[in-house]
């Protein structure tokens, strides 16, 4: 993804039955890197509860 000028981020969402962090990744639009973050925040949030 950075390759190609997307924003990309790994949220860590849960721990595997073996303690080993499982996650997700999060890929935005190009130059919207303000909405991207607001929203990798957001699911990171909702995910944890």
Do not use: C, H
């Given at each position: 993804w950075t390759y190609l000028g997307m924003p990309s981020?790994?949220?860590?969402?849960l721990e595997g039955s073996n303690k080993m962090p499982l996650g997700?990744?999060?890929?935005g639009e190009k130059f919207d890197d303000v909405r991207f973050l607001r929203s990798a925040n957001w699911l990171l949030k909702k995910l944890k509860k």
């Amino acid at each position: 993804w950075t390759y190609l000028g997307m924003p990309s981020i790994s949220l860590p969402i849960l721990e595997g039955s073996n303690k080993m962090p499982l996650g997700v990744q999060v890929v935005g639009e190009k130059f919207d890197d303000v909405r991207f973050l607001r929203s990798a925040n957001w699911l990171l949030k909702k995910l944890k509860k």
